[in-house]
């Protein structure tokens, strides 16, 4: 059977440090939010999978430095069988890049993405008896301490420029009951609140298994 568009799902995560917020809903702002660890227990609506809800807003000061932020998320296959291939990511964007800044002022920013393979190759997912949103048990995947520290471990390098179909960020398959991880980089200077708006889009087919 074919994936639906349904049986993909998406998931904040939270970090090691705050695994207990891994069992319930996670609002942007709570404690560990995006910073890795541990999937939360209650999907994303894919009409919020948005930068304001992802990102929290940038202050004046953080504006100023610039600002460096990082946030991951999952992406799920819930299906019973059929697996996902060639999955690519982008970002559907407003006016990252741009320099033009609603109140006159200059500003400029990117957001990048990297992939979090959980092992050591590209085909690793999140774990080997399956994907189990909530659960603290076998999921460790990448952690970070706060919201400015840079991913290591299994994290690729992140890249700019996937604003299309066309440049999207090939992340390998998500087999059906298993998931994948990808990081988002966001850089600011001279931005006050949430300039950078994106939405996440991805693209994949279905081995119809």
């Given at each position: 059977m074919t994936v639906t568009a349904d049986e993909i799902k998406?998931?904040?995560?939270?970090?090691?440090?705050?695994?207990?917020?891994?069992?319930?809903?996670?609002?942007?702002?709570?404690?560990g939010q995006g910073l890795g660890g541990y999937p939360t227990k209650v999907a994303i609506p894919p009409y919020i999978l948005n930068s304001p809800n992802i990102f929290d807003d940038i202050t004046g000061a953080e504006g100023a430095e610039p600002d460096v932020e990082y946030r991951c998320i999952l992406i799920s296959n819930a299906a019973s069988s059929s697996n996902l291939t060639g999955v690519s990511v982008w970002l559907s964007v407003?006016?990252?890049?741009?320099?033009?800044?609603?109140?006159?002022?200059?500003?400029?920013?990117?957001i990048e993405i990297a992939r979090d393979y959980f092992g050591t190759t590209a085909s690793a997912m999140l774990a080997s008896t399956g994907f189990d949103p909530g659960s603290t048990t076998g999921q460790l995947i990448t952690s970070i301490t706060d919201e400015d520290t840079a991913p290591t471990a299994t994290v690729t390098a992140f890249s700019d420029g996937h604003y299309s179909v066309a440049t999207a960020l090939d992340i390998g398959p998500i087999n059906a009951g298993q998931a994948k991880a990808i990081w988002l980089k966001r850089t600011a200077t001279g931005v006050a609140d949430n300039e950078w708006d994106f939405d996440i889009e991805i693209v994949a087919d279905s081995d119809d298994s």
């Amino acid at each position: 059977m074919t994936v639906t568009a349904d049986e993909i799902k998406f998931y904040y995560t939270i970090s090691a440090s705050a695994s207990s917020g891994a069992t319930t809903g996670v609002a942007v702002g709570t404690a560990g939010q995006g910073l890795g660890g541990y999937p939360t227990k209650v999907a994303i609506p894919p009409y919020i999978l948005n930068s304001p809800n992802i990102f929290d807003d940038i202050t004046g000061a953080e504006g100023a430095e610039p600002d460096v932020e990082y946030r991951c998320i999952l992406i799920s296959n819930a299906a019973s069988s059929s697996n996902l291939t060639g999955v690519s990511v982008w970002l559907s964007v407003g006016d990252v890049d741009d320099t033009s800044d609603p109140d006159g002022a200059t500003s400029t920013g990117n957001i990048e993405i990297a992939r979090d393979y959980f092992g050591t190759t590209a085909s690793a997912m999140l774990a080997s008896t399956g994907f189990d949103p909530g659960s603290t048990t076998g999921q460790l995947i990448t952690s970070i301490t706060d919201e400015d520290t840079a991913p290591t471990a299994t994290v690729t390098a992140f890249s700019d420029g996937h604003y299309s179909v066309a440049t999207a960020l090939d992340i390998g398959p998500i087999n059906a009951g298993q998931a994948k991880a990808i990081w988002l980089k966001r850089t600011a200077t001279g931005v006050a609140d949430n300039e950078w708006d994106f939405d996440i889009e991805i693209v994949a087919d279905s081995d119809d298994s």
